[in-house]
Every structure is written in structure tokens, then in C-alpha cells.
T-cell receptor, first 114, second 118 residues
Framework: AQTVTQSQPEMSVQEAETVTLSCTYDTSESNYYLFWYKQPPSRQMILVIRQEAYKQQNATENRFSVNFQKAAKSFSLKISDSQLGDTAMYFCAFLPNTGNQFYFGTGTSLTVIP | GAVVSQHPSWVICKSGTSVKIECRSLDFQATTMFWYRQFPKQSLMLMATSNEGSKATYEQGVEKDKFLINHASLTLSTLTVTSAHPEDSSFYIC??????????????FGAGTRLSVL
């Protein structure tokens, strides 16, 4: 069975500062995908970044980057130069290559303080 | 990126009535769509996997007679909450995977439907 754990229910960061959200997962699969999704107050789920497990290089999308540690089964999200619009719930998600179902963590509520 | 349209965004109904929610993939074909339920400040709970041209696969504990799913085409799945009761009030989200070449199995989400049953 696949599980995704986000151990930080709530976090806050000053505007323009950097924050890291943690995510760990448990799986016996060797190939899979990892995602971070953002859910702002509008509740629309938005893809932030994704990582393919067979790629060692950490994914980067503008101010968002990940630290993917496959052996440790860790997939943290770093947000640099935090902006007020980054305030949202952030969900870490896992998709096994052999399956169809996404597994979501419980979410981290991030507040960017002006 | 790909767009998934979900309609309606908010519906209020009387107890005992049925409500249909539509989920459309606008610029890609989706043989599989997913229906989630989300309670306030909680994660998404997968209710069922909707398969085009065949029966939906329901997660344990989800009543298939209460939540009817129809995936009649490659771009449309519907969720009907039958004989809705106040405990069915929730936020329902659909999603679809774009499995086209080079896309990387990204799941796109609809904007969600807030169901309020009086």
C-alpha cells in the first residue's frame, strides 16, 4: 500500500522569505511520480511541480523547487521569495507507474505574512 | 495546460432530491476520471474511478447506489447524488489524467462543486 505523510499541518512565512514543506511517502514501487498541488481559498487544485522518480535531478519551476531523496522516500517543496498569492493548502501526491490512483497527503496550510 | 471543467460550482437542494454534477475534459480525452470528496480543511478522499464505457470502480465505504457515476464519452463524466441528505453536503472535485505522450501523467482538477443539502 502507498501512503503519503505531511507532518506539518500549518506553516507560516514572511513575504519574500523561503519556506520548505516536507513530505514523505512509503511504497514498494520502484518507478513512480510525485507531485505538489496547491489549493488556494478558491479551492481550485493547481499543479505546482512534479518529479519522475527515475530522474535524479530535482525538478524546478521558477520559485518552486523540490528536494527529492529517493532512498529516504522524501519529497520536500521549497518556495523561494514567498508571495502573498502563495497562501494556500499544499498537497503532496504520489502516483505509482503501474497504477491509476493518486495518493494524497493530508496537506499543509501555508500562510504568507505581509 | 489542460483544462477540466466542472459544473455547477455551487448547488443548494432540498433533502430527498437528486443532484447531477458534470465533469468535462476540454482539450484532451480522458478514458479515466476521478471523483473526490473533500471536507473542510481536510485532504481529498477518492470516492470512485470513472471508466469510459464501463462501470465505475468505487472505493470502500462509498455507496454506489447513492453516488451514481456515468462516463458516457471520452470527455464527460457525471456524478449524481441520489436522494441527497444533509450529510451529503460537501465539496466534490473531479479530475482527469492527461495520458498523452510527454505529458507525464498529470492529473488536472475541476474547480469543484459545493453541495449544500437543506
Amino acid at each position: 500500500a502507498q501512503t503519503v505523510t505531511q507532518s506539518q499541518p500549518e506553516m507560516s512565512v514572511q513575504e519574500a522569505e523561503t519556506v520548505t514543506l516536507s513530505c514523505t511517502y512509503d511504497t514498494s514501487e520502484s518507478n513512480y511520480y510525485l507531485f505538489w498541488y496547491k489549493q488556494p481559498p478558491s479551492r481550485q487544485m493547481i499543479l505546482v511541480i512534479r518529479q519522475e522518480a527515475y530522474k535524479q535531478q530535482n525538478a524546478t519551476e521558477n520559485r518552486f523547487s523540490v528536494n527529492f531523496q529517493k532512498a529516504a522516500k522524501s519529497f520536500s517543496l521549497k518556495i523561494s521569495d514567498s508571495q502573498l498569492g502563495d497562501t494556500a493548502m499544499y498537497f503532496c501526491a504520489f502516483l505509482p507507474n503501474t497504477g491509476n490512483q493518486f495518493y494524497f497527503g493530508t496537506g499543509t496550510s501555508l500562510t504568507v505574512i505581509p | 495546460g489542460a483544462v477540466v471543467s466542472q459544473h455547477p460550482s455551487w448547488v443548494i437542494c432540498k433533502s430527498g432530491t437528486s443532484v447531477k454534477i458534470e465533469c468535462r475534459s476540454l482539450d484532451f480525452q480522458a478514458t479515466t476520471m476521478f471523483w473526490y470528496r473533500q471536507f473542510p480543511k481536510q485532504s481529498l478522499m477518492l470516492m470512485a474511478t470513472s471508466n469510459e464505457g464501463s462501470k465505475a470502480t468505487y472505493e470502500q465505504g462509498v455507496e454506489k447506489d447513492k453516488f451514481l457515476i456515468n462516463h458516457a464519452s471520452l470527455t464527460l463524466s457525471t456524478l449524481t447524488v441520489t436522494s441527497a441528505h444533509p450529510e451529503d453536503s460537501s465539496f466534490y472535485i473531479c479530475s482527469a489524467r492527461d495520458m498523452g505522450p510527454g505529458v507525464g501523467n498529470i492529473q488536472y482538477f475541476g474547480a469543484g462543486t459545493r453541495l449544500s443539502v437543506l
